[in-house]
């Protein structure tokens, strides 16, 4: 099972985000990607200094009309990750609608990319655009704990908190909901809840990720990426995609942080680029280790 991806997001000239950690695992699993850079910047922002282009709204949506003009605009699914300003996100809605105007069926992953750790790193405002227009129109959303919360206004300190998220973003729209990590002593729980049935209680699942003591870029991204393409594979089994996810990316986490300690650097000083070309075959064929 497998389909056509219109993933917009950043891209950096070196290193792993956005777009440059997505497509190449989304292509490893069979997907044909058609990326839009929302940025294109010559490296992360965790670096001291970097420089590049923003892409503004219009322009996304010259794009967008450049595709429909050719008859080029069917897409199976959207994903959408970082994105920098309220009115791009307006214009991002748009996308939303042109694209279930051709296929009613699109399935929009979102990403709500606000911020990590307690620390907003968008403008404040696009919170409330996130919560009351786009939640509602995405299919599956994947927040981490600090996105979550600004999302559902409720704090979430533990495993229940992070099942009634779930269901309070259910309420709103996305039957499928992954809060990719909770921060609960020393350990990340990862929380997936998938709503069949509008009159019935989501199926829920947690998995326990052991917390590996270093901040790595990109694994959000990376994350979102893989869950959409095995939910895609399993649509009935979110427990089961997710575990695939999850097994991928520790591998990957694994050995970025091998590199790192081997090459004698103190991975605990600063953030790592991950490892995505040489973890591709833990992506193409993970080892189920995480239930
Ligand atoms: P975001 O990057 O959006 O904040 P998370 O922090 O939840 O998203 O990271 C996404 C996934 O990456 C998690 O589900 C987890 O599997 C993995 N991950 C990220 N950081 C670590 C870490 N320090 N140790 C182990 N796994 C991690
Ligand atoms: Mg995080
Ligand atoms: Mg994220």
Redesign the pocket.
Same mark, same amino acid.
């Given at each position: 099972n497998t389909g056509r991806v219109l993933s917009i997001q950043s891209h950096t000239v070196q290193g792993y985000v956005g777009n440059k950690s997505a497509v190449f695992p989304l292509q490893l699993l069979g997907y044909d990607v058609d990326p839009i850079n929302s940025v294109q910047f010559s490296n992360h922002t965790g670096y001291p200094t970097f420089k590049g282009q923003v892409l503004n709204g219009q322009q996304l949506l010259d794009l967008i009309e450049g595709l429909e003009a050719n008859n080029l605009l069917y897409y199976t699914h959207l994903l959408t990750g970082y994105i920098g300003s309220v009115s791009f996100l307006k214009s991002v809605l748009e996308v939303v609608d042109k694209l279930r105007s051709i296929n009613p069926n699109l399935t929009y992953v979102c !990403?709500p #990319?606000m911020g !990590?750790e307690g620390k907003l790193y968008v403008p404040e405002d696009l919170v409330s655009v996130y919560r009351e227009k786009v939640v509602p129109v995405a299919s599956m959303l994947t927040p981490?704990q600090f996105e979550a919360e600004l999302l559902t206004k409720l704090r979430i300190g533990s495993e229940t908190d992070g099942r009634k998220a779930c269901k309070i973003l259910h309420a709103a729209g996305p039957s499928k909901v992954v809060i &990719?990590?909770i921060n609960i002593d020393g350990n /990340?729980l /990862?929380i997936g809840s998938h709503q069949k049935d509008k009159k019935q209680a989501p199926e829920q699942f947690k998995i326990v *990720?052991?917390? *590996?003591p270093?901040?790595?870029t990109g &694994?959000?991204d990376l994350?979102t990426a893989l869950l959409l393409g095995w939910s895609n594979k399993y649509p009935d089994n979110l427990d089961k995609a997710a575990e695939l996810a #999850?097994s991928s +990316?520790?591998a990957l +986490?694994q050995r970025t942080l091998n590199a790192y300690t081997s090459a004698g650097f103190d991975s605990k000083s600063s953030s790592l680029e991950i490892r995505l070309i040489q973890s591709q075959d833990d992506i193409r064929q993970p080892k189920l280790t995480f239930k």
């Open positions: !990403d #990319v !990590d981490n &990719t990590s /990340l /990862l *990720i052991p917390r *590996i270093a901040y790595f &694994t959000g994350m #999850v +990316l520790q +986490l």
